[in-house]
């Protein structure tokens, strides 16, 4: 167990440096990485995957279904961006999640 001492020290110490965030130099080297196995694209595909294709055989309600499929779209990027915000294991400014 540390000591009043020690306690009182390090405080001081953590006053003397202060946090630091990543630089944009860090940022700006890693952003065009090349990241692998990012798993499936599913832009624009996951209601036509999981729905019949006799839906989409009538044109009047394409377009009806293609808001939808941009509306779950929207879901999906908003649901990895609260996985980024709240991981620690993935840089707050990345967007190869999956």
Same mark, same amino acid.
């Given at each position: ?5 020690? /306690?009182?020290?390090?405080? %001081? ?5 202060? %946090?630091?965030?990543?630089?944009? @130099? =860090?940022?700006? +080297? ?5 990241? /692998? !196995?990012? #798993? @499936?694209?599913?832009? #624009? %595909?996951?209601?036509? &995957?999981?729905?019949?294709?006799? +839906?989409?055989? !009538?044109? +009047? ?8 499929? #941009? ?11 609260? %996985? &980024? ?6 840089? &707050?400014?990345?967007?190869? +999640? =999956?």
């Amino acid at each position: 167990m540390a000591t009043e001492i020690q /306690k009182v020290s390090a405080q %001081k110490r953590e006053k003397l440096f202060p %946090k630091i965030r990543p630089s944009y @130099y =860090n940022s700006a +080297l890693h952003q065009n990485d090349q990241i /692998k !196995n990012l #798993g @499936y694209d599913y832009t #624009g %595909k996951i209601l036509k &995957k999981t729905t019949s294709p006799e +839906l989409w055989a !009538n044109p +009047l309600q394409i377009s009806f279904y293609e808001r939808i499929e #941009g509306i779950i779209n929207f879901l999906i990027e908003q649901v990895k961006y609260i %996985k &980024k915000t709240f991981s620690i294991a993935h840089d &707050k400014e990345s967007i190869n +999640l =999956n």
